[in-house]
């Protein structure tokens, strides 16, 4: 069936530096969502994509789809402690399907 | 608005025992679906439903079945249950049957001894 390969599936940085999540199909996605889930809380939604080569800002984030609809990323600049938590993408088409999602942690 | 409600919070069964899990979407949403979150497999869809029909359906053995009412509370029944069945089991409403974001409630975490 079909599925979103998400990489890398962890990733430690220093409070400050960037951080990237991409998030890769092998058929093409009609859409892509991400979400956010902080340690201990439930998922919560951040961006919708679903325009070929879409590009879209939310202050320090920024979210890729990819030419192909194949591919999606999340960015990153400046991270905070506040960004801690696991980043999830999804496909939200004829079924649901989730990442394995990126889990952040930020060194102080 | 109330966000989504899911009952009970924790609840611990034994294997070969039956549990019920309770939805209840923001008002308005008569989209909710089901997922079974556990460290190692990330998110899995259950299955979702839209006005008390089941739209579509995961890779989960019948053992998972589910419910809407009319009033879009969802329920989700899990028979015979094994100790992998223990995991974090979260819904999510949405206002549209297509590709609206999701609003997950706050989940159960179901341990099975």
């Known amino acids: 069936g079909q599925q979103v390969m998400q990489i890398p599936q962890y990733q430690h940085v220093q409070e400050g530096e960037d951080f990237t999540t991409y998030c890769n199909s092998s058929t093409t996605l009609s859409n892509i969502q991400w979400y956010k889930q902080r340690p201990g809380g439930h998922p919560v939604f951040l961006i919708q994509l679903v325009k070929s080569g879409e590009v879209k800002k939310q202050k320090r984030l920024t979210f890729q789809f990819g030419e192909a609809k194949k591919n999606s990323s999340l960015h990153i600049t400046a991270t905070q402690t506040t960004d801690v938590g696991t980043y999830f993408c999804?496909?939200?088409?004829?079924?649901?399907?989730f990442g394995k999602g990126t889990r952040l942690h930020i060194l102080p | 608005k109330a966000g989504v409600t899911q009952t009970p919070r924790y609840l611990i069964k034994t294997r070969g025992q039956q549990v019920t899990l309770s939805c209840s979407p923001i008002s308005g949403h008569r989209s909710v679906s089901w997922y079974q979150q556990t460290p190692g497999q990330g998110l899995q869809f259950l299955f979702e439903?839209?006005?008390?029909?089941?739209?579509n359906k995961g890779n989960f053995p019948g053992r998972f079945s589910g419910r809407q009412f009319s009033n879009s509370r969802s329920e989700m029944n899990v028979s015979t249950l094994e100790l992998g069945d223990s995991a974090l089991y979260l819904c999510?409403?949405?206002?549209?049957?297509?590709?609206?974001?999701?609003?997950f409630g706050s989940g159960t975490q179901l341990s099975v001894l």
């Open positions: 999510a409403s949405s206002n549209t049957g297509g590709s609206g974001k999701l609003f």
């Open positions: 439903y839209f006005s008390e029909t089941q739209r």
């Open positions: 999804s496909n939200r088409d004829d079924k649901i399907i």
